[in-house]
């Protein structure tokens, strides 16, 4: 999807795809665990107590600033390699991504007050 969608040059995607790919590696591990915390609350939303629903509530926040975070950590890096532009579709593109998998998460059924 991303390299459909940018349209690099040979010089642009060989600066780009190093800095890409250590930044899916970070943003793999923070899934990892948010893949893992949806995994539980699948496993306990029907027996949650309050206090155990308002922890999910606080992990799954943390998680997400957590990507948001390495996002901002990374504009720099893309910068160095991509111009302003360039780095604004990226981050376009990936948020686009992210949107999909959340969407898929929406599925999740709620938890029953």
């Known amino acids: 999807m991303v ?3 940018m349209d690099l040059t040979d010089t642009e995607a060989e600066k780009f795809w190093p800095v890409y790919d250590r930044y899916a590696t970070d943003l793999a591990n ?3 665990t948010k893949l893992a915390l949806v ?5 306990n939303y029907r027996t949650m107590n309050g206090d155990e629903a308002e922890r999910y509530i606080r992990r799954r926040a943390a998680v997400e ?3 948001m975070q ?12 991509l111009s302003g532009r360039q780095t604004a579709l990226f981050f376009q593109i990936e948020w686009r991504l ?7 998460l929406a599925q999740a059924p709620l938890i029953d007050p």
Do not use: S
């Open 3 to 5: 390299a459909a969608n």
């Open 39 to 43: 995994g539980e609350y699948f496993e």
């Open 65 to 67: 600033e957590d990507v």
């Open 98 to 104: 992210d949107l999909m998998i959340n969407l898929q």
């Open 30 to 32: 923070i899934y990892d």
């Open 70 to 81: 390495l996002r901002l950590k990374y504009v720099p890096e893309f910068r160095k390699v």
